[in-house]
């Protein structure tokens, strides 16, 4: 199975999300959004799926003269399991649209 990145485990982490686009035939990037993230234990829905404390609605900034890349920052006071997958949710809303994307993660000291 393939991860989409990994979680640093006891180590704050700065984290790029690129390339946001919308959905319009262009594809054109996303640079004014307001843009999220959750973490969660489980996929979103299943069974038992929890938010991580201290992992809900982070904030992420938009780098600026980049096309839709926003950066975030995941602290380092997480309590993770070595080598369990947790699911990442970035969520972009501009105007009344809204965009999710969803990150398979695995956590490991790296």
Sequence with gaps: MTRDAFLRMETTGLYTIAGIRDQSADGDYINDATVTFTLYNAKKGADGAE????????????????????????????????????????????????????????????
């Design 51 to 110: 938010t991580v404390t201290g992992a809900v609605n982070l904030s992420a900034t938009y780098v600026t003269g980049s096309d839709g890349d926003y950066e975030l920052i995941i602290p380092h006071t997480l309590t993770l399991t070595r080598e369990a997958i947790y699911y990442g949710y970035v969520k972009a809303v501009k105007d009344s649209t809204q965009w999710l994307i969803e990150l398979e993660l695995e956590a490991d000291y790296l």
